[in-house]
């Protein structure tokens, strides 16, 4: 029992010395956990859990002001991480010659992106445009053979 008050006041001071390191802001998720945790301090029996969040945010500014890590800052050890690396998936879809997907594929200097191009479906229909001869255009006045730049 005193093992997990003292967890629980533990939780209630990491929260507070967050809030006043990160300077978040006192709404939302900051709030949801406040009152769950200040509600199971209260029913076992914690007197004012509130202080405990006060000194650990008034600790967090200080440390902040400080330019200082919090008092809890991982050693050196823990903060390389080793990642077992699994065998590479390859997706399949399209590629292009330099094998990138054509979904990560970047835009060329002179291209648009595909989310800029125009979309297949708000171009006119080739059947309302009807039965035409290859090369005919529906701006035949304007061609450049004509003598129209």
Same mark, same amino acid.
Not at 109 to 116: A, C, G, I, K, S
């Given at each position: 029992? /005193?093992?997990?008050?003292?967890? %629980?006041?533990?939780?209630?001071?990491?929260?507070? !010395?967050?809030?006043?390191?990160?300077?978040?802001?006192?709404?939302?998720?900051?709030?949801?956990?406040?009152?769950?945790?200040?509600?199971?301090?209260?029913?076992?029996?914690?007197?004012?859990? &509130?202080?405990?969040?006060?000194?650990?945010?008034?600790?967090?500014?200080?440390?902040?002001?400080?330019?200082?890590?919090?008092?809890?800052? =991982?050693?050196?050890?823990?903060?390389?991480?080793?990642?077992?690396?699994? &065998?590479?998936?390859? /997706?399949?879809? /399209?590629?292009?010659?330099?094998?990138?997907?054509?979904? @990560?594929?970047?835009?060329?200097?002179?291209? !648009? =992106?595909?989310?800029?191009? @125009?979309?297949?479906?708000?171009?006119? =229909?080739? %059947?309302?445009?009807? !039965?035409?001869?290859?090369?005919?255009?529906?701006?035949?006045?304007?061609?450049?053979?004509?003598?129209?730049?």
């Amino acid at each position: 029992m /005193e093992k997990e008050k003292a967890e %629980l006041i533990k939780k209630i001071y990491d929260l507070g !010395f967050e809030v006043g390191f990160k300077n978040h802001s006192e709404i939302g998720w900051v709030l949801r956990e406040y009152n769950t945790l200040v509600e199971h301090a209260n029913k076992l029996g914690i007197k004012s859990p &509130e202080t405990h969040y006060h000194d650990g945010k008034l600790n967090g500014k200080k440390s902040r002001d400080k330019g200082t890590d919090s008092p809890r800052a =991982p050693e050196k050890a823990d903060l390389v991480n080793k990642i077992n690396v699994s &065998e590479m998936k390859i /997706e399949h879809g /399209e590629t292009e010659e330099s094998g990138v997907l054509h979904s @990560q594929r970047k835009p060329g200097l002179n291209e !648009f =992106p595909d989310l800029v191009k @125009q979309a297949g479906n708000t171009e006119m =229909p080739e %059947l309302l445009g009807g !039965f035409k001869p290859p090369g005919s255009s529906r701006f035949r006045h304007r061609r450049k053979d004509k003598g129209y730049p």
